[in-house]
C-alpha cells in the first residue's frame, strides 16, 4: 500500500517505510537482494517509479490518506533528489478483488478513484504519468496475458510495462 498500515515500524512494505529505508540509506535491497548501490548511481540518473494504489483499495484507506501519503513522498523524494525524474502510474482494475466481482470497496470507492488522484497528483506536481489501462489496453478478455491469477504482472505484463516505461524515461 502507499499508506502506512503501521505507522510505528518500518515493516510493512509501505510506500512510506520503503521511502524511508531509502532515504536513510538503509538496507535497501534490489529485486535480486543486492545491496542499493548509492553511491554508485548519480542523482541525474535516478528514475523513481512509483506504482501503488491497487492495495490501497483493497485496504479500504480513503482516497484523502492515499493522496496525502503520495503527496508527502513525492515531495521528499524531490527534496532528496531534486535532478531525479519521478513516475507516477495509475493503478488498474483488474480481476483479483474478490474474484473480480467487487467493483467498490467497503469505503465505496473504485479503483478508478485511486487513478484519478494519481493523475491529479502528477499535474499539480508536474511529474510524469504512465496511465496503465492506456497503455496496456487491459481487458476482462487479455487479463490473463498480463497478469497471473488476475493480479501480479507475469513475464508478459512484466515485458510489456518495462516498454512503458523506457519509452517515458527523459533521457539527456
Not at 9 to 23: A, E, G, H, I, V
Request: a negative charge; charged letters at 20%.
Amino acid at each position: 500500500t502507499a499508506c502506512d498500515l503501521d505507522p510505528t515500524t518500518d515493516t510493512d512494505n509501505s510506500f512510506t517505510d520503503q521511502l524511508n529505508k531509502f532515504l536513510n540509506r538503509a538496507d535497501f535491497y534490489t529485486w535480486d537482494n543486492i545491496q542499493f548501490p548509492y553511491d554508485e548511481v548519480k542523482p541525474q540518473d535516478m528514475v523513481f517509479v512509483i506504482n501503488y494504489g491497487f492495495n490501497d483499495y483493497l485496504e479500504n484507506f480513503s482516497t484523502a490518506d492515499y493522496e496525502q501519503t503520495l503527496r508527502a513522498g513525492i515531495a521528499r523524494i524531490s527534496a532528496a533528489y531534486p535532478e531525479a525524474q519521478i513516475i507516477i502510474m495509475t493503478p488498474y482494475e483488474n480481476i483479483y478483488h474478490n474474484g473480480g466481482i467487487a467493483s467498490v470497496n467497503e469505503q465505496g470507492l473504485n479503483v478508478q478513484q485511486y487513478a484519478d488522484v494519481v493523475i491529479k497528483i502528477a499535474g499539480d506536481m508536474d511529474i510524469t504519468l504512465l496511465d496503465i489501462p492506456s497503455n496496456l489496453d487491459i481487458n476482462e478478455s487479455n487479463n490473463s496475458f498480463y497478469f497471473d491469477g488476475g493480479c501480479h504482472y507475469n513475464e508478459n505484463g512484466r515485458y510489456y510495462l518495462a516498454k512503458c516505461i523506457i519509452s517515458i524515461i527523459n533521457i539527456e
